[in-house]
């Protein structure tokens, strides 16, 4: 990316930001001339709340724009795909905005200045993203974002690359063609320009602004040679590496001290402020639910759990958290007193469809979740997240983590309450290797791909799932 791209790039964070502040400051505005005039006489200024609610709007849209991708190349070259994530980023504000509303009871930060904060900011970021697409046409057009590009090698990843590049309206990229020993270099629609021996007149004859290197294992031990001649034109040269056979696709490659290291597992709560950001919610959204639910509803059920088998309110049960370290997990009993999880041979029994340990109140809290409240408890003290991969009985722990592939990676964070395989059709009872495995992948999904947005919305097809039934839910 050349400096005119990147300064182009930069710029749309910045205006973003300005684009918060001045829709901020409309809806402060609006919201102080809708005050009787005794009232907005006694305001002077703006106040803590309002400076804190303004930086908290930043810090949010910073941080969700990092781990959206908001504002990587391929998204801004999409334009569908960027209002679609840039409304995703206005969503998060709203998340936070009534988090803000409910805690700071201010006369200002009310719930009209969070309607035209939030109209304000939808209407300017996505004007300034139709903007910032005419003057990118037009850059296109008059060559400054031009580029020509040549791929050498015929590795897997190239294709890939090619496959992405075709995807990204406009005309900002051209393949001008491929340079590879392989006979079938040209199999994906790309032109064979000839074998890396003829590089260096390939280059002489063509007109590159970067050449993407994929090599092939047969075409490997040519990168010195290949970097040599490269080395004598003034051409941006970039390197494709293809690990997808030994690491998940979605693996990155970091520094320590200039040495290139690759995670072979993209874990983005392994950053602290996202760590910080879902502990933060888990909270807020545990206490709201203790506070608004458990407390009334628990009388009731206590009530209820008595009244129909003998025995505890409360089921305890030792279970791994992250890095499997071990935690009690509470749940409201549904079971008869005394109950194996383990039959004679030690073999892990699950909870099954019309089981007979399941009690007639037990049934009706399985079916809609409500044995599982107690857990929010579990999020207060740390052993548990809101979302995240269900946390598994010990023994089927042992049973699995030797046959299923990755399983024990589901360590690598809280468990939760609900999860990314449960509301996918993945809950409760796993009957074959297949089914546990299928788990396991929707459980390694979510956590390579989390995002604050992906734990609401499981949050809200747990809802929806709860109100009209889970048919997988005994």
Partial sequence: ??????????????????????????????????????????????????????????????????????YDEFRISQFGSQIFILLKNIFAQLIFGLAILFFLKSIILSRFFFVVYLVTLSVITILTRLFFRLVRFHLIKSGYLKKNIIIVGSGKAGGLYVDSLSKVSGEEYEIVGRVSDLADSSRDGVKSLGTISELSKVLKKRDADEIIISLSDSESLKMADILRIL??????????????????????????????????INDPL???HWRIIKRIFDIVFSVLIILSVFVWLFPV???????????????????????????????????????????????????????????????????????????????LI???????PRPHAVPQNMESKDKIENYMLRHLVKPGITGWAQVSGFRGETRTDEQMKRRVELDMFYIENWSFFLDLKIIFMTIWKGLKGDPVAY
């Fill in 301 to 379: 059920i206590a009530l209820l759990i008595k009244l129909d088998s003998k025995g505890p309110v409360f089921f305890k049960q030792e279970r791994w958290g992250k890095r499997n370290k071990k935690f009690i997990l509470f749940k409201f009993r549904s079971m008869i007193k005394n109950s194996k999880d383990v039959d004679k041979n030690g073999k892990f029994v699950q909870a099954t469809k019309n089981d007979s340990r399941i009690t007639r109140v037990g049934r009706f809290l399985r079916k809609s979740s409500i044995d599982e409240l107690p857990q929010f408890f579990n999020v």
């Fill in 382 to 388: 740390g052993d548990m997240s809101v979302v995240g």
């Fill in 231 to 264: 080395s004598g034109y003034p051409i941006r040269v970039r390197i494709i590496p293809y690990y997808s056979k030994f690491v998940s696709h979605k693996y990155q490659i970091s520094f320590f001290n200039n040495i290139p290291v690759v995670d072979v």
């Fill in 1 to 70: 990316m050349n400096s005119v791209r990147k300064s182009f790039y930069y710029l749309f964070f910045f205006t973003d930001a300005v684009s918060i502040f001045l829709s901020f400051l409309f809806s402060d505005y609006l919201s102080r001339s809708r005050l009787p005039i005794e009232m907005a006489a006694k305001i002077d200024g703006i106040s803590l709340a309002e400076i804190f609610s303004l930086l908290v709007f930043l810090f949010i849209w910073f941080f969700y724009s990092r781990s959206s991708s908001l």
């Fill in 270 to 272: 392994d950053e602290l």
